[in-house]
Nanobody
Framework: QVQLVESGGGLVQSGGSLRLSCAASGILFRIYTMGWYRQAPGKQRELVAR???????SFADSVKGRFTISRDNAKNTVYLQMNSLKPDDTAVYYCSAWVVVSSNYWGQGTQVTVSS
């Protein structure tokens, strides 16, 4: 059974930082691309950052220079370090794993709220 369990969300003031973690089980973690998506109220889910099995990374334009993504294959865990947070970053953040796009596994989500 595949499980992706996110942690690290919460309430932070504008300009602050949070680090999200996603622990995966039930998959051969090292061969999966791992990503973080987010969904704000009334908006579509968007891909924020992803990291490939070879640790190549990409980011949405809205978070470039502020967010970093990393993975620890020994711990089956992916991280999202979020700095200089803005109120517009407020959303539910979801961890996802895929080998083939459109065949994603999903976590349950963790709320990030940035106050102004």
């Amino acid at each position: 059974q595949v499980q992706l369990v996110e942690s690290g969300g919460g309430l932070v003031q504008s300009g602050g930082s949070l680090r999200l973690s996603c622990a995966a089980s039930g998959i051969l973690f090292r061969i999966y691309t791992m990503g973080w998506y987010r969904q704000a109220p009334g908006k579509q889910r968007e891909l924020v950052a992803r990291i490939t099995p070879g640790s190549s990374t990409s980011f949405a334009d809205s978070v470039k220079g502020r967010f970093t993504i990393s993975r620890d294959n020994a711990k089956n865990t992916v991280y999202l370090q979020m700095n200089s947070l803005k109120p517009d970053d407020t959303a539910v953040y979801y961890c996802s794993a895929w080998v083939v796009v459109s065949s994603n596994y999903w976590g349950q989500g963790t709320q990030v709220t940035v106050s102004s």
